[in-house]
């Protein structure tokens, strides 16, 4: 069974710095690419982040790029978002989030959800 | 950037009726190539992950009931709930994976 588990949320103070976590099970890692999307409070869904199967190819939402880094983990079979100089409007529930196959552009497997609060 | 906008905003549909919500796409979402549509549609539950309902504009996920389905191409999608069910109500999301991803602005659909 396909399981992605997120790390607990955290308060931050704007300019801060966090590193969410997504520790994938159930299948082959490597295999798939991975996406962050987050959802501000009241606010719809925002997609943040792609991270390819291998790690040679990444890309952003312009509203977090040179601010948020994926990377992944493959020995602890997790995905990561490095969140640096943190705002307040990067508040939200954020989710890892993975498609049906190795190549899909649509997501069917989703993380609990990570609650990030940038405040002072 | 593709622009999705959803209509309406939110929607009151008595129990087994239709409801039906629109999107709209600022510049086709339609492969020449493939002859797809980049198009999903998602379900979204307070403290819950979105859901998958359909994917390429018209394939139902597997275990989503077949009261959802969806149609439309190029720039102007619909989902349908037919027979609506308590347990519809939520969010819901359409979402464009052709060129990077957006998505609409949400449709919230509660009972009448």
């Known amino acids: 069974e396909v399981q992605l588990l997120q790390s607990g949320g955290a308060l931050v103070q704007p300019g801060g710095s966090l590193k969410l976590s997504c520790e994938a099970s159930?299948?082959?890692?490597?295999?798939?690419?991975m996406n962050w999307v987050r959802q501000a409070p009241g606010k719809g869904l925002e997609w943040v982040s792609y991270?390819?199967?291998?790690?040679?190819?990444?890309y952003y939402a312009d509203s977090v790029k040179g601010r948020f880094t994926m990377s992944t983990d493959k020995d602890k079979r997790s995905l990561y978002l490095q969140m640096d100089d943190l705002r307040v409007e990067d508040t939200a529930v954020y989710y890892c989030a993975r498609g049906e196959n190795a190549y899909s552009s649509y997501w069917n497997y989703w993380g609990q959800g990570t609650l990030i609060t940038v405040s002072s | 950037d593709i622009v999705m906008t959803q209509s309406p905003d939110s929607l009151a549909v008595s129990l087994g009726e239709r409801a039906t919500i629109t999107c709209k796409s600022s510049?086709?979402?339609?492969?020449?190539?493939?002859?797809?549509?980049?198009l999903a549609w998602y379900q979204k539950k307070p403290g819950q992950p979105p859901k998958l309902l359909i994917y390429?504009?018209?394939t139902r996920q597997s275990g989503v009931p077949d009261r959802f389905s969806g149609g439309g191409s190029g720039t102007d999608f619909t989902l349908t709930i037919s027979g609506l069910q308590a347990e519809d109500v939520a969010v819901y999301y359409c979402?464009?994976?052709?060129?990077?991803?957006?998505f609409g602005q949400g449709t919230k659909l509660e009972i009448k």
């Open positions: 159930g299948f082959t890692f490597t295999a798939y690419s």
């Open positions: 390429w504009a018209s």
């Open positions: 510049q086709s979402v339609l492969s020449s190539s493939t002859n797809q549509n980049f």
């Open positions: 979402h464009q994976y052709y060129d990077s991803h957006t």
């Open positions: 991270l390819s199967g291998s790690g040679s190819a990444s």
